[in-house]
């Protein structure tokens, strides 16, 4: 999910800087990342699977910390491991807010996912079908939601003075 996010997260950067978009430069930057988001994509799951094993508490809260840190590398131009503390440092500041928007966007894909799935099972049993119409919804609902979180992200960013 993290190195998904990164093409629309930089789509929504150009746009509200340029008014233009270059795909260019989003497949550049979505390549010249993509290597070390996937190694820290790896370590977030590890790390919020633990914490999830450890009465969910700690796993959430190890998620809304580093939740941040693809905006804040794609955003600031940085290294992934560079925007883990000034990602930590805005969770300490929005943490409700940012567990809040965490908790909406899952529960939103997962009740859309739940209809869907009992739609589909109520027409047909076929795996195919479901596995279909549940990747069909992913690639609908991550795009919107990638970039209402970086809006939100930017806008709070720049309300709180954030660095």
Do not use: D, H
């Not at 998904?4 to 010249?32: C, G, L, M, W």
């Not at 977030?44 to 999830?52: A, D, R």
């Amino acid at each position: 999910m993290v190195i998904a996010q990164v093409p629309f997260i930089q789509f929504v950067n150009q746009y509200e800087k340029e008014s233009e978009i270059k795909y260019k430069k989003i497949y550049y930057i979505f390549i010249t990342n993509a290597f070390s988001l996937f190694i820290f994509g790896i370590c977030l799951s590890l790390l919020t699977s633990i914490g999830t094993i450890l009465f969910i508490l700690p796993g959430l809260i190890v998620l809304v910390f580093l939740f941040g840190a693809p905006y804040e590398a794609i955003l600031e131009n940085k290294s992934i491991w560079k925007s883990i503390k000034p990602s930590t440092n805005f969770a300490k500041k929005r943490f409700f807010s940012l567990l809040f928007v965490i908790i909406i966007v899952s529960l939103t894909e997962l009740i859309i996912g739940w209809i869907s799935m009992y739609l589909i099972y109520s027409i047909t049993t076929s795996l195919l079908a479901q596995i279909m119409v549940q990747m069909l919804l992913n690639l609908l609902i991550v795009p919107l939601l990638v970039i209402w979180v970086t809006y939100f992200y930017k806008e709070w960013k720049e309300k709180y003075q954030l660095a």
